[in-house]
């Protein structure tokens, strides 16, 4: 049994970028893996535009679950999950980061005795009413194993009575992996990028109208670019919201493109996680529109600013921010970008001391 792969779960985008240098560890290691794709994103700019660009293969199945209420999509997510766990027997079961993808598979994994390890553990926001909140703190507590990409991570753990492990953040690796100082950004003089896709914000009509404002404002002075996340996308198609001179609406980038376009921005405007800790990683002022951060170490060093959803908030944070100079220019609490190499060196001595 204990030759069986490692199994991991993932079905939005963001975690297809964490899966990569985990797969890559494990494979130098000669640990097998398999991949189960909940098909939770599966628009193609979503999902295979990030297989290929991250030069994934084909997961090894799809279960082709889509978009739903949450109750609903968990819930196809951990029947689907359960017959193929049953069916590959797995030492180990790795889940990443906070969506409903994670939840459902860290739970059909303890419901049938298979460990979980948890990649990107002990994150908090402290808001409650955020799916993903509600999603990292079940995972962690259902989780054997747990991955730390930050030391106040480990901390928060241990307060809950949990034993976290400080690895890094899987997402500088992938950086590290994939960003290429040459490429070129596909937008040319100075812009501002912008992505807004947080429940919070687009379900709430007076909060995203406001947060439209705010990049109206902007774009009257500064090319602004904002490649439209799905459920935005298809928000704004009920709004009838009209494109403005110096806005540039896009479907979602690559990867790589993506990347580019935070390295060359005056600033960006973001709900995102993944791009809040990028932008700060290449040291890019961000303006996030969120009351709280699970990533306070962005906001502490000077690079991030927490900002309410209207439009003199945002315009001006985003012109207070964009020379900004924070002191602390060389912090980097997400490790070394070696943390796929330390999950894989964790999970084959636990693999070593359960084989049979
Ligand atoms: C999910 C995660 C969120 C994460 C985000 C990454 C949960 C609870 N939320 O949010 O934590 O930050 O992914 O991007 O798991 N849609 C499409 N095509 C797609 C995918 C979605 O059109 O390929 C539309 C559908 O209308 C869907 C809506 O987007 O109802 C929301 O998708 P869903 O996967 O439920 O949540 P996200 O907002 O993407
Ligand atoms: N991203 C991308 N193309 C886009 C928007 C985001 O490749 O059009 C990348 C981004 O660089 C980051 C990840 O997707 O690596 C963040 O995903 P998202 O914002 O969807 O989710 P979150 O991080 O908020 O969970």
Redesign the pocket.
């Known amino acids: 049994m204990d030759n069986n792969s490692v199994i991991h779960i993932v079905g ?3 975690q297809f970028i964490k899966l990569s240098p985990v797969l890559r560890a494990l494979d130098a290691m000669g640990i097998a893996s398999k991949v189960i794709h909940t098909g ?4 193609y700019e ?2 295979s535009l990030m297989f290929e660009e991250l030069g994934l293969k084909e997961p090894e199945y799809n279960l082709g679950v889509g ?2 209420t ?1 109750g609903r ?1 968990t819930a196809e997510m951990l029947s689907s999950i359960e017959a193929v766990l049953i069916k590959e027997s797995p030492p180990i079961v790795l889940v990443y ?5 994670t939840l459902a598979g860290a739970l059909a994994s303890v419901k049938l005795g298979i460990p979980v390890a948890h990649v990107e553990a002990g994150l908090r926001s402290f808001e409650r009413y955020m ?2 909140e509600i ?1 990292r703190v079940l995972t962690d507590h259902m989780s054997e194993h747990l991955f730390c990409p930050t030391q106040r991570a480990v901390k928060q753990l241990n307060m809950e009575g949990l034993a976290g492990v400080f690895t890094g953040d899987v997402m500088l690796d992938a950086m590290k992996t994939f960003l290429d100082m040459s490429h070129p950004c596909p937008v040319e003089g100075t812009f501002v990028l912008v992505t807004i ?3 919070e914000n687009t379900d709430n009509r007076d909060r995203l109208l406001g947060i439209l404002s705010g990049i109206r404002m902007l774009a009257r002075e500064v090319k602004v670019v904002f490649p439209v ?3 935005t ?2 928000i704004l198609e009920t709004m009838e919201y009209s494109v403005s001179e110096g806005l540039l609406m896009t479907r979602p980038v690559g990867y790589l493109d993506m990347l580019a376009m935070i390295r060359d921005a005056m600033c960006v405007v973001t709900d ?2 993944g791009v809040q800790k990028e932008a700060f990683m290449l040291r890019t002022p961000c303006v996030t529109v969120r009351n709280k951060t699970e990533w306070p170490e962005t906001v502490e060093t000077g690079w991030n600013r927490l900002v309410g959803p209207d439009d003199v908030s945002i315009y001006s944070s985003v012109m207070g921010m964009k020379d900004t100079s924070p002191a602390e220019k060389n912090a980097m609490p997400f490790g070394d970008g070696k943390a796929s190499h330390y999950i894989a060196q964790y999970i084959e001595e636990h693999l070593e001391k359960h084989r049979i």
């Open positions: 939005a985008r963001p939770q994103h599966y628009d979503m999902s978009s739903s949450h999509q980061g906070d969506t409903n993808s799916p993903e999603n896709h947080r429940q996340h799905p459920r996308r298809r995102s996680g």
